[in-house]
Antibody
Framework: EVQLVESGGGLVQPGRSMKLSCAASGFTFNNYDMAWVCQAPKKGLEWVATISYDGSSTYYRDSVKGRFTISRDNAKSTLYLQMDSLRSEDTATYYC?????????WGQGVMVTVSS | DIQMTQSPSSMSASLGDTVTITCLASQDIGNYLSWYQQKPGKSPKLMIYGATNLEDGVPSRFSGSRSGSDYSLTINSLGYDDEGIYHCHQYYEYPLTFGSGTKLEIK
């Protein structure tokens, strides 16, 4: 059974950093591109970033370029999102997703609240 | 960026009805269009991919279609379990984008 389990969310002050993790199981992690998708409270879904199956390519939405870094450790079957210089508008639930056809499996989500 | 204009934003329908939700792509996306269902407090669930392909385990009451730049999700024989928010999504090119969502209520 495919499972994606996020961790690392919580309350953080504006300008500070936070790192999210997503532990994957039930599939061959290094065969798939992986992504982070967020959803602000009562809002729609927004794609945040994608990393290729081998980590060689990364893609970001404009609003997080230069502030967020997506990475992966295939030996640990774990996806990461390093979020720096956080802003109040980054407040959202962040989902880890397997980018199969295209987002065929999602984690349960982790809430990130950016507030002083 | 490719804009996905989704309509309606909300709708209410009765048990057994047939409903259609539509997304208009601002430029060509081929058939790189998927639909997700999201229940309150839950993560999205893939329903349709490639514009018309039903994900494994999704009831055949759900179907997807395309007419030019218009993509539609149709749900036949509505049941209470179909209540939720439906999102369209283009994965033709980066940045990947979603529609604004359609909230479906079953009367």
């Amino acid at each position: 059974e495919v499972q994606l389990v996020e961790s690392g969310g919580g309350l953080v002050q504006p300008g500070r950093s936070m790192k999210l993790s997503c532990a994957a199981s039930g599939f061959t992690f290094n065969n798939y591109d992986m992504a982070w998708v967020c959803q602000a409270p009562k809002k729609g879904l927004e794609w945040v970033a994608t990393i290729s199956y081998d980590g060689s390519s990364t893609y970001y939405r404009d609003s997080v370029k230069g502030r967020f870094t997506i990475s992966r450790d295939n030996a640990k079957s774990t996806l990461y999102l390093q979020m720096d210089s956080l802003r109040s508008e980054d407040t959202a639930t962040y989902y880890c997703a397997r980018q199969g056809r295209p987002f065929d499996y999602w984690g349960q989500g982790v809430m990130v609240t950016v507030s002083s | 960026d490719i804009q996905m204009t989704q309509s309606p934003s909300s709708m209410s329908a009765s048990l057994g009805d047939t409903v259609t939700i539509t997304c208009l792509a601002s430029q060509d996306i081929g058939n790189y269009l998927s639909w997700y269902q999201q229940k309150p407090g839950k993560s999205p669930k893939l329903m349709i991919y490639g514009a018309t392909n039903l994900e494994d385990g999704v009831p055949s009451r759900f179907s997807g279609s395309r007419s030019g730049s218009d993509y539609s999700l149709t749900i036949n024989s509505l049941g209470y379990d179909d209540e939720g928010i439906y999102h369209c999504h283009q994965y033709y090119e980066y940045p990947l984008t979603f529609g604004s969502g359609t909230k479906l209520e079953i009367k």
